[in-house]
């Protein structure tokens, strides 16, 4: 029998067999051709399925259809089996997941091309007139437009598209491109019998008769609507990474190739480097460096770090496009893609110029505090050289005084009249005075060089002695202490017992022409803090005055009234300060006196 048609199929031409019948053609029976005919299909066939697995081999290596290349590649090896086994008549095993060999004594060569086909599930495979109207249809064509056989036969491709789509004229465009070019490869949308839309993959290959020209048709078409779906997805994730990554104004990001070419820019590049896109894209990024960082080539030395370890920060000089300079912080990232080749570099620039002026404003700050302690130290060495002095230099005096003034009493008490021995006792008590102000002066300036030496204290059982050494002192005096048990802190009991005494003595002195003398000693809370606290029924105190009372030497009542230095309650501030606590007092004329004290938060115990 002479071959009557011919198939284009990757580019190569196979002899084939065809037939007439009715309106369109068929492939044959075995009553209807010969041996040699039913051989040439399966050849034709066979280089379609070739040519297919040939088609998507080339797409997933291009890495078009990540992620999903494993189950492209058992596609591939279906597709080249279903070819082997049509051009060996069926003999042969099948491989896993794919249909069972069909048995060759039990069907005819015929029988096995068409039962091939029709096992092909993943796929609608048919066959098409000239003029576009359908002539076969296998199980996986079913499967995927919902039409039966009986449905579709006859009927034209333009069935299986929307109605935009039919009125575009996609269809005729189709057959005429897959007419001029061999084949024709398309994706798009296209409609079930229900009426609900898949995205298809489509490869359309005409098939040319040498005596009677153009004779048909075949159409492959695979449902990638999940894969569309995918891509869409990625799409817009990439798309609104891209529009974030533009938006962003704080931070210049964009992209490198290997060399350290500009390939991008965003919104926040151009406003920290004064560039627009259409200025730097194509230019080396080493335009942003200093001369000097770029004659020693500190450009491309990064682009190895980043290279070498994946990642490299820094911070230094960056120059702007009118020749400013600003502190950047900087962060090279190498990019790889699927396969773990390197494609260039990612690049986030920061302008860190106010944090440096802030660290440089800190720094200055700093070195003139240093400053400042150095003069501070100074002058404490130089009140220690002269607290030195008072010590040794005036002591000797004072006592020189005080003692030829004693003297003087003792052995001419008889022959002074009483003004004299006056004059002498009051010469006596001003250098017992001044002697004692020098002991205060001096131990208030060693608060200022003594070390804290932390401890749990009981402060009950330290006001009670304090209380009784006073009380001791003065038996015949009378007066009530109340002091609250519990009272407990983690301080220098050294100091702490400094503070006692100076508190607890002046509410002994002052509340002394009281008719009930009552000193009361506890603590409250204020503010979720506690507060220890000495208080009074004396004298009292103008509150307007109060602020001079922590001052040094400064007193609120007369000495002929009541005796002291004016250093005890200076003291008591020094010592409360060196806890991290503050003192205060609360007091009204002729109402007594409260006086408060913290000792921080690092020291109060409950």
Not at 266 to 279: I, P, Q, S, T, V
Request: aromatic share 8%; hydrophobic share 40%; with cysteine.
């Amino acid at each position: 029998m002479t071959p009557t048609c011919q198939a284009v199929a990757g580019g190569g031409t196979r002899v084939w067999y065809m037939k007439p019948m009715g309106d369109g053609l068929t492939t044959g029976t075995p009553a209807a051709f010969a041996d040699e005919e039913l051989a040439a299909a399966a050849g034709t066939m066979a280089d379609m399925l070739r040519v297919a697995a040939d088609r998507w081999r080339a797409r997933r290596d291009a890495g078009r259809l990540e992620p999903r290349r494993s189950e492209c590649t058992r596609l591939i090896g279906a597709l080249q089996a279903a070819a082997s086994l049509i051009e060996q008549g069926g003999a042969g095993e099948a491989p896993h997941g794919q249909p069972p060999p069909l048995d060759p004594p039990a069907m005819s060569p015929d029988g096995r091309f068409h039962a091939i086909v029709e096992n092909i599930r993943d796929y609608a495979i048919m066959l098409l007139d000239p003029m576009g109207r359908v002539q076969s249809w296998n199980s996986g064509a079913e499967r995927l437009t919902g039409y039966k056989r009986d449905e579709i036969l006859g009927k034209h491709l333009a069935t299986f598209y929307p109605a935009d789509g039919v009125a575009a004229g996609e269809p005729e465009t189709e057959l005429r491109t897959a007419l001029r070019e061999g084949h024709y490869e398309t994706e798009g949308w296209r409609v079930r019998k229900d009426g609900s839309l898949y995205w298809a993959n489509v490869v359309v290959t005409a098939m040319i008769d040498p005596h009677l020209g153009h004779v048909g048709f075949t159409k492959v078409t695979r449902d990638f609507t999940e894969r569309r779906h995918a891509e869409e997805k990625l799409r817009q994730s990439e798309q609104t990474f891209r529009l974030l990554v533009e938006s962003v104004r704080d931070y210049a990001i964009f992209m490198l190739d290997q060399s350290g070419v500009i390939t991008s820019w965003n919104a926040g590049a151009e406003h920290l480097k004064g560039y627009r896109a259409d200025e730097v894209i194509g230019k080396h990024f080493s335009i942003f460096y200093t001369e000097p960082d770029r004659r020693r080539a500190h450009p491309d030395w990064e682009l190895r770090r980043a290279s070498a370890d994946g990642v490299y920060r820094e911070e230094g000089w960056r120059v702007r496009k009118d020749g400013t300079t600003f502190w950047a912080s900087v962060v090279l990232t190498a990019m790889h893609d699927a396969s773990g080749k390197h494609i260039g570099f990612a690049k986030v620039t920061r302008d860190m110029s106010e944090r440096r002026k802030a660290e440089e404003s800190l720094q200055k700050m700093n070195e003139s505090l240093q400053a400042q302690v150095r003069q501070q130290t100074a002058a404490v060495r130089e009140v220690e050289a002269f607290s030195y002095s008072v010590s040794h230099d005036l002591r000797a005096p004072l006592r020189a005084l005080d003692g030829f003034s004693r003297l003087l009493l003792e052995k001419n008490a008889g022959r002074l009249d009483a003004q004299d021995q006056d004059y002498l006792r009051r010469i006596r008590e001003a250098s017992q005075q001044m002697s004692q102000l020098i002991d205060a002066m001096l131990a208030l300036s060693r608060l200022t060089r003594t070390p804290l030496e932390p401890a749990p204290v009981d402060l009950s059982a330290q006001a009670r002695a304090v209380a009784e050494e006073i009380q001791s002192a003065e038996p015949e005096r009378k007066a009530e202490f109340v002091i609250a048990d519990g009272l407990r802190a983690t301080a220098d009991p050294r100091l702490l017992k400094i503070v006692w005494e100076n508190l607890l003595r002046n509410a002994w002195k002052f509340s002394r022409n009281a008719a009930q003398p009552r000193i009361e000693v506890g603590q409250s809370e204020r503010n979720g803090a506690r507060v220890f606290f000495v208080r009074d029924n004396g004298v009292g105190l103008d509150m307007a005055q109060a602020h001079r009372l922590f001052i040094p030497f400064q007193r609120l009542h007369r000495a002929k009234d009541f005796e002291g230095t004016g250093i005890g309650l200076a003291t008591v501030n020094r010592i409360v300060q060196l806890h991290d606590g503050r003192i205060w007092v609360d007091s009204e004329p002729g109402r007594g006196a409260t006086f408060y004290f913290t000792l921080g938060d690092d020291h109060a115990e409950a």
